[in-house]
């Protein structure tokens, strides 16, 4: 198996190291993996003024499956957008056809307390978010900013083919047969005619799944629902902005947004895996990001690339086993718990492995 490895910027190459430790316990014990490391990001703009350099697309195309820490940082942030790390990691995900993003968000018990909310609303938790990652107002054209009546006037497009919206929407029911059987599709078709689109699309698939039983919500109401009682959600599936931010709050539920893993998908069930946060440019550098959502990537990429459901489940095991112990990186500890390093945390991982 070839791995192409992106750390990307701020906390990436901390959070990635973590993570090719776990492949290196792999490796150690027969496993044949190969991995390759490349600059995507700030870090391909840095070393080759593109935020993803043609060779590190190449890379990701060869191989069988990515790796990804985060992109981005406040000293790029007035580059042109073309060249900014965020377009580099959507030319990316666009590049590679990776249109189904799932994000599980999955409470560890001995996690309750580090959620913000109560444990009894978020004990037992387990939904699995799959947000479309191709489509949307992020690649809609037209967009830009221009002068319009003697103002500057900014403007993008939502929009979604109904192929976009079929092909995802297969993934969700698909998804949602191998759990819960509930899939509630998420949008605004209140209000948006690109959403309406959405809904019926995702109705007219629900003919295939009679077993899957469809709920629609908008997402104003998803957002209050995910924090209100998010244990009535199995399998959520909506589109690129909305399960965007839906999975940033829905990362709260499990502690922190440093426990949330992806996987970004294609037909083929080709692969990039990444945590679901940013590059973390206020703890950067300082050996304090939590490396979780990362190597639970990795358990990802085990299970949906490789479809080794054995070393994807070693992995979770290892990292609940850890939790268990009490090992916690600042952003899930809470009185009694051992505070550890991005690092150490990645040691104890390995040690449990
Ligand atoms: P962020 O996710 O980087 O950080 C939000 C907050 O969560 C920060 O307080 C951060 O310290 C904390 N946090 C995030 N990951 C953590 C971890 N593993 N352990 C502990 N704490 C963690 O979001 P932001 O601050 O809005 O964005 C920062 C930069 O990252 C921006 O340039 C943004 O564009 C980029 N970004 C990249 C990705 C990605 O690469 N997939 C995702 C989101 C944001
Ligand atoms: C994410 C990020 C990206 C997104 C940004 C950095 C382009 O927030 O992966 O969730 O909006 O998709
Ligand atoms: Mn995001």
Known sequence: MKIAVLPGDGIGPEIVAQAVKVLDVLKKDGMQIELEAAPIGGAGFDAAGDPLPEATLEL????????????????????????????????????L??????????????????STLKPEVVSGLDIMIVRELTGDVYFGQPRGIEVRHGERVGFNTMLYAESEVRRVAHVAFGIAMKRGRKLCSVEKANVLECSELWKEVVIEVAQEYPEVELSHMYVDNAAMQLVRNPKQFDVIVTGNIFGDILSDEASMLSGSIGMLPSASLDQNDKGMYEPIHGSAPD????????????????AMMYRYTFADMATADRIENAVKKVIAQGDRTGDIWTEGCRKVSCSRMGDAVVAAM
């Open 60 to 95: 990701a195309r060869a191989a069988d499956a990515v790796l990804l820490g985060a992109v981005g940082g406040p000293q790029y942030d007035r580059l042109p957008r073309e060249k900014r790390p965020e377009r580099g990691l959507l030319r990316i995900r666009k590049e």
């Open 97 to 114: 056809n990776l249109f189904a993003n799932l994000r599980p968000a999955l409470l560890y018990p001995e996690l309750a307390a580090a």
């Open 283 to 298: 703890i950067a550098g300082r050996d304090l990001a939590n490396p979780l959502a990362t190597i639970l990537s990795v």
